[in-house]
């Protein structure tokens, strides 16, 4: 059985900003990289938030570039997903692929969190192509288009409020005969002169020849006065929330309702389910975000997480 002082689970601006740290302290990170290289980050074409890339850079360049980075100062990264930690004894025993084991000091969790979707095959095929789950990353790219925005929440009030800054028109696709978003953020949406509410509406597909071009809608479905007709857009943003991916270490660590793992208010130290600091594991990145959701944000508590991973083991 292998060990390491460090251990990072996740290959997204969190973990790669991790691995750099953990490796520029001589920690020798470890890092598995889970079912996605990249993370998240790689479902967007292009990035033009990131501090570094004044034209914009493709977000899978970028993703490799992180890692070239975090292997050049001795992190192993490697293929697998982290399917179990027992948390038990120290050092903490940790399962990969079902099977393998590992022993490490210290674990940074970084395994970010998945977008929901509605389900659709068209989801997938417009991947990229003009199907989103973040306004605020991909919201440029639709100056002056036609947008809409599928969701009833405050995320979804945000996300059309933000996109009406920069569209000609955004439609607020609504499933129900009302928002569920708090009052001051109905308030603002009704507000806005360019935001056009479709409720009891549901996306059914989409369509177009070189990108989305248009989305299929039923109003009041299943209902006698049912209604099926299409709406010309440039771009359709999920906003309906996030899965943080915490399954591997569920009933074992402090979380919120939604599943995100709680952080102590200064670091990015974790707790168990008592409300007690589990020593040595940290978390970074959307895992434990259930605000930002930025690869800025995520690559700055990546930072932290190493940081405190390599005070930590000072003190070993």
């Given at each position: ?11 997204g ?6 691995a ?13 990289i ?6 998240q ?5 292009e990035?033009e ?6 034209q ?46 590992l022993?490490?000091d210290?674990i ?5 969190a998945?977008a ?6 068209d989801?997938?095929?417009?991947s990229?192509?003009?199907?989103s789950?973040?306004?605020?990353c ?16 405050d995320t ?6 933000y996109?009406?800054g ?14 569920r978003a708090?009052d001051?953020m109905?308030?603002?949406v009704?507000?806005?002169k360019?935001i ?6 549901n ?5 177009g020849?070189?990108g989305v071009?248009?989305m299929?809608?039923?109003k009041?479905?299943?209902e006698?006065?049912?209604?099926n ?5 440039d ?18 660590v402090k ?6 793992i ?9 707790f168990?389910?008592a409300?007690?600091?589990?020593p040595?594991i ?5 895992v434990?975000?259930?605000v930002?959701?930025q ?18 083991l000072?003190?070993?």
């Amino acid at each position: 059985m292998s060990h390491t002082k460090c251990l990072i689970i996740g290959s997204g601006p969190a973990g790669y900003t991790a691995a750099i740290y953990a490796g520029r302290a001589n920690l020798a990170p470890v890092e598995y990289i889970g079912p996605q290289m990249g993370g998240q980050l790689t479902q967007t074409t292009e990035v033009e938030n990131f501090p570094g890339y004044p034209q914009g850079v493709d977000a899978n360049q970028m993703m490799m570039e992180l890692r070239e980075q975090a292997e050049r100062f001795g992190a192993d990264i490697r293929d697998g997903e982290v399917t179990a930690i027992d948390f038990s004894n120290r050092p903490y025993n940790v399962t990969i692929d079902g099977s393998e084991q590992l022993t490490a000091d210290s674990i940074i969790i970084a395994t970010g969190a998945k977008a929901k979707y509605l389900g659709l095959d068209d989801e997938k095929k417009y991947s990229g192509q003009g199907v989103s789950a973040c306004a605020t990353c991909d919201g440029f790219f639709y100056r002056k288009k036609v947008t809409a925005v599928v969701g009833g929440g405050d995320t979804a009030c945000e996300d059309a409020l933000y996109l009406s800054g920069l569209c000609s028109k955004v439609y607020l696709v609504v499933r129900k005969n009302y928002l569920r978003a708090s009052d001051i953020m109905q308030q603002r949406v009704k507000a806005a002169k360019n935001i056009e509410i479709l409720f009891e509406h549901n996306v059914t597909g989409l369509y177009g020849n070189n990108g989305v071009e248009g989305m299929h809608v039923v109003k009041r479905k299943g209902e006698t006065d049912e209604e099926n007709y299409d709406v010309a857009i440039d771009g359709l943003f999920l906003a309906i929330g996030h899965t943080p991916v915490t399954d591997f270490v569920k009933g074992c660590v402090k979380t919120d309702e939604q599943g995100y793992i709680i952080t102590n208010e200064k670091t990015q130290e974790v707790f168990d389910t008592a409300g007690n600091i589990l020593p040595g594991i940290f978390a970074a990145g959307d895992v434990c975000d259930p605000v930002y959701r930025q690869a800025i944000v995520a690559a700055g508590t990546g930072c932290r997480a190493a940081l405190d991973a390599e005070k930590y083991l000072q003190k070993l």
